[in-house]
């Protein structure tokens, strides 16, 4: 069994429980050596081991290594608070990954990480060893539990764990029931934001962003960090889910998000999240009506800074824009250039370790996210730690996230209306036309349906010192009747070509009903499905399902079970997947009862990328969501 690197993910069943009790539902034990226990439980060692033997029904054998210097991610208390946008925070991880990404062996990988598991804190542990299996080579095709199995607290009301905690508890597994979850469990229709919490609250929103942001982590080495257009996918990213909640709140009769840009006006979005801390043992902070930011002062956080600073980073982002460089750090001026100059501004606006000057422009999406989780005690006053916007995992609950981002899209947006227009070169595709395209749901051409449903999320793996077995807790989520795309390209070369087929769908009229001027609307389209295709001479009919979508995760996994995890073939590479797409059940907008009018938009480029034509191969129909 210990050849089987899958061993592993076993790391990430009870983060707060010992790692010598047997894991999962297998019972599977780590024979660890003795010196490998905390200080405090050595001497017992023995005692310890045996007194686990009988539920053990096997054990994964750990070699042991010379151990290396943890001081620094022991910094940070084990059941303290962890964010990544704190910089202490963020060096103390840094250096948890760098340990486990130089380990030469998986036997040693293995080994130092059961080593550091009752050590360092709980959610940093989490954190940097799924940012480790992701980008190691020996270990990148596996893929980590989805955080609702393993932290459940940032996704379930704090009310339902004594509940929860009961079941376990008293019902035998096979016996238990699904405890229900209120959909209106954060705040009631009192509260005109309510409308569309069940977006910002679903699960496998929140899940895709933290996910997002371990493959693609803005602190760490350089071959952790550094990927293709990292800093324009930070962009693109963060653009799709502005544009998807956009389109939610017009759908539900709310006007479009507000940025967020005056820092010393208070923020009239309350959000009271409801949630518990189990790794830290406390609630997580409300923010009250009419909340102001005010300067930070928490240096144990290395957490000191005004609100100027922050006004002083976007107005030298602003005036890069407009003058069309920003200044590296060695004085050497860096165009913003229409192929590489979002990038350069995602990096630099995130501040990842690829920001060409971090002194010059700061570190504004994460500080301004910082400044907004503490703002309920910004000096440590009151030793409060930090809101949901603090975590990568919560912060897509939160209201003011949307307007943050709306801000920081703007700031984007601000320097793509300073490129050219697309020329004919650029969109053309020699000889191919797309003639005609279909929307099909259940017979209806056109229309998409969409409706509530339930689905359970096992959180028995998140539940330390419970007995074993199932303990579901039912959700309620937006879904919509799966459809088909038919897409009729004409083909009026010789030869056989091949294209890059692009489907975006946006809401076709704005707040007063009025239809949307394209400079409106194309901020506001939502890719739906990208996929390669060989276009024969002639005429090509293609069909396409919404399942097959590429840029969604499936249903089943959002809502799966590490001890489901199939053990091969197939079946297995199904299971396993990158982790960054979008939820498939929010796929389509909600829509409304008596329709919700959008327009569909299908374009085929030049997979080569080098064609040219005064042709548009593009198409754009009309149609209805209810």
């Not at 007995?467 to 039912?474: A, E, H, K, M, Q």
């Given at each position: 069994?210990?050849?089987?690197?899958?061993?592993?993910?076993?790391?990430?069943?009870?983060?707060?429980?010992?790692?010598?009790?047997?894991?999962?539902?297998?019972?599977?034990?780590?024979?660890?050596?003795?010196?490998?226990?905390?200080?405090?439980?050595?001497?017992?060692?023995?005692?310890?081991?045996?007194?686990?033997?009988?539920?053990?029904?096997?054990?994964?054998?750990?070699?042991?290594?010379?151990?290396?210097?943890?001081?620094?991610?022991?910094?940070?208390?084990?059941?303290?608070?962890?964010?990544?946008?704190?910089?202490?925070?963020?060096?103390?991880?840094?250096?948890?990954?760098?340990?486990?990404?130089?380990?030469?062996?998986?036997?040693?990988?293995?080994?130092?990480?059961?080593?550091?598991?009752?050590?360092?804190?709980?959610?940093?542990?989490?954190?940097?060893?799924?940012?480790?299996?992701?980008?190691?080579?020996?270990?990148?095709?596996?893929?980590?539990?989805?955080?609702?199995?393993?932290?459940?607290?940032?996704?379930?009301?704090?009310?339902?764990?004594?509940?929860?905690?009961?079941?376990?508890?008293?019902?035998?597994?096979?016996?238990?029931?699904?405890?229900?979850?209120?959909?209106?469990?954060?705040?009631?229709?009192?509260?005109?934001?309510?409308?569309?919490?069940?977006?910002?609250?679903?699960?496998?929103?929140?899940?895709?962003?933290?996910?997002?942001?371990?493959?693609?982590?803005?602190?760490?080495?350089?071959?952790?960090?550094?990927?293709?257009?990292?800093?324009?996918?930070?962009?693109?990213?963060?653009?799709?889910?502005?544009?998807?909640?956009?389109?939610?709140?017009?759908?539900?009769?709310?006007?479009?998000?507000?940025?967020?840009?005056?820092?010393?006006?208070?923020?009239?979005?309350?959000?009271?999240?409801?949630?518990?801390?189990?790794?830290?043992?406390?609630?997580?902070?409300?923010?009250?009506?009419?909340?102001?930011?005010?300067?930070?002062?928490?240096?144990?956080?290395?957490?000191?800074?005004?609100?100027?600073?922050?006004?002083?980073?976007?107005?030298?982002?602003?005036?890069?824009?407009?003058?069309?460089?920003?200044?590296?750090?060695?004085?050497?001026?860096?165009?913003?250039?229409?192929?590489?100059?979002?990038?350069?501004?995602?990096?630099?606006?995130?501040?990842?370790?690829?920001?060409p000057n971090r002194n010059m422009y700061g570190d504004l999406h994460n500080y301004g996210h910082v400044a907004i989780a503490y703002v309920h005690d910004p000096d440590?006053?009151?030793?409060?730690?930090?809101?949901?916007?603090?975590?990568?995992?919560?912060?897509?609950?939160?209201?003011?996230?949307?307007?943050?981002?709306?801000?920081?899209?703007?700031?984007?947006?601000?320097?793509?209306?300073?490129?050219?227009?697309?020329t004919e070169q650029q969109l053309g595709f020699p000889g191919i036309e797309i003639a005609d395209i279909r929307l099909t749901t259940n017979n209806q051409q056109n229309?998409?349906?969409?409706?509530?449903?339930?689905?359970?999320?096992?959180?028995?793996?998140?539940?330390?010192?419970?007995?074993?077995?199932?303990?579901?807790?039912?959700?309620?989520?937006?879904?919509?009747?799966?459809?088909?795309?038919?897409?009729?390209?004409?083909?009026?070369?010789?030869?056989?070509?091949?294209?890059?087929?692009?489907?975006?769908?946006?809401?076709?009229?704005?707040?007063?009903?009025?239809?949307?001027?394209?400079?409106?609307?194309?901020?506001?389209?939502?890719?739906?499905?990208?996929?390669?295709?060989?276009?024969?001479?002639?005429?090509?009919?293609?069909?396409?399902?919404?399942?097959?979508?590429?840029?969604?995760?499936?249903?089943?996994?959002?809502?799966?079970?590490?001890?489901?995890?199939?053990?091969?073939?197939?079946?297995?590479?199904?299971?396993?997947?990158?982790?960054?797409?979008?939820?498939?059940?929010?796929?389509?907008?909600?829509?409304?009862?008596?329709?919700?009018?959008?327009?569909?938009?299908?374009?085929v480029s030049d997979y080569t990328g080098d064609a040219v034509s005064t042709v548009y191969p593009y198409f754009l129909i009309c149609l209805f969501v209810s």
């Amino acid at each position: 069994m210990a050849s089987d690197k899958s061993s592993i993910l076993y790391l990430f069943d009870r983060p707060s429980e010992p790692v010598y009790i047997p894991k999962g539902n297998k019972k599977v034990a780590f024979d660890i050596p003795p010196n490998y226990l905390p200080e405090r439980y050595q001497n017992m060692a023995p005692q310890l081991f045996n007194r686990f033997d009988d539920d053990t029904e096997s054990k994964l054998p750990v070699k042991q290594i010379t151990l290396p210097d943890i001081s620094i991610p022991l910094q940070l208390g084990r059941n303290q608070a962890f964010s990544l946008f704190i910089p202490a925070h963020r060096r103390m991880s840094t250096r948890l990954i760098d340990i486990f990404m130089g380990m030469r062996t998986y036997e040693d990988f293995l080994s130092v990480a059961v080593y550091c598991r009752d050590r360092v804190n709980s959610t940093m542990f989490i954190y940097a060893l799924s940012v480790a299996i992701l980008h190691r080579p020996d270990t990148k095709n596996l893929e980590i539990p989805p955080l609702t199995e393993v932290f459940p607290d940032r996704y379930v009301d704090g009310g339902i764990f004594s509940r929860v905690r009961e079941e376990a508890n008293v019902v035998p597994a096979g016996s238990r029931i699904p405890i229900e979850i209120p959909r209106d469990y954060t705040a009631s229709d009192l509260d005109e934001e309510h409308r569309v919490a069940y977006w910002r609250e679903d699960i496998g929103i929140n899940l895709h962003h933290w996910h997002w942001h371990l493959v693609y982590p803005f602190e760490g080495s350089i071959e952790i960090v550094k990927k293709d257009r990292r800093g324009e996918l930070f962009y693109y990213m963060h653009e799709q889910i502005m544009a998807r909640y956009n389109c939610e709140r017009l759908c539900n009769r709310l006007d479009r998000v507000k940025r967020f840009i005056n820092w010393r006006e208070p923020i009239p979005e309350a959000y009271f999240p409801k949630l518990d801390s189990l790794v830290a043992s406390r609630t997580w902070p409300a923010r009250h009506k009419g909340a102001v930011l005010k300067d930070l002062n928490r240096p144990t956080d290395e957490l000191v800074f005004d609100i100027q600073d922050l006004e002083r980073w976007r107005d030298r982002i602003y005036e890069a824009i407009h003058t069309g460089f920003v200044v590296h750090s060695n004085g050497q001026r860096i165009q913003l250039t229409e192929k590489d100059g979002i990038d350069v501004l995602g990096d630099m606006f995130e501040a990842s370790i690829l920001t060409p000057n971090r002194n010059m422009y700061g570190d504004l999406h994460n500080y301004g996210h910082v400044a907004i989780a503490y703002v309920h005690d910004p000096d440590h006053r009151y030793l409060e730690s930090f809101g949901i916007m603090g975590d990568t995992a919560t912060d897509m609950r939160d209201p003011i996230f949307y307007r943050w981002h709306a801000f920081v899209d703007d700031v984007f947006q601000e320097h793509k209306n300073t490129l050219p227009q697309y020329t004919e070169q650029q969109l053309g595709f020699p000889g191919i036309e797309i003639a005609d395209i279909r929307l099909t749901t259940n017979n209806q051409q056109n229309i998409l349906h969409t409706f509530w449903s339930k689905a359970d999320v096992d959180m028995s793996r998140g539940l330390d010192f419970t007995p074993r077995g199932p303990v579901l807790v039912r959700f309620t989520h937006l879904n919509h009747a799966d459809f088909s795309y038919t897409i009729v390209v004409n083909n009026r070369n010789n030869a056989s070509r091949k294209g890059t087929v692009r489907i975006f769908i946006g809401p076709a009229e704005d707040e007063r009903g009025l239809p949307f001027t394209y400079r409106q609307q194309k901020n506001l389209m939502i890719e739906m499905d990208k996929f390669v295709v060989t276009l024969s001479p002639g005429k090509n009919v293609i069909e396409r399902k919404s399942t097959e979508s590429s840029v969604t995760i499936p249903f089943e996994r959002t809502f799966r079970s590490l001890d489901e995890r199939p053990t091969g073939g197939e079946s297995l590479q199904r299971y396993d997947f990158c982790g960054c797409g979008w939820p498939q059940h929010l796929l389509v907008p909600k829509g409304s009862k008596e329709g919700f009018p959008m327009e569909l938009f299908v374009m085929v480029s030049d997979y080569t990328g080098d064609a040219v034509s005064t042709v548009y191969p593009y198409f754009l129909i009309c149609l209805f969501v209810s």
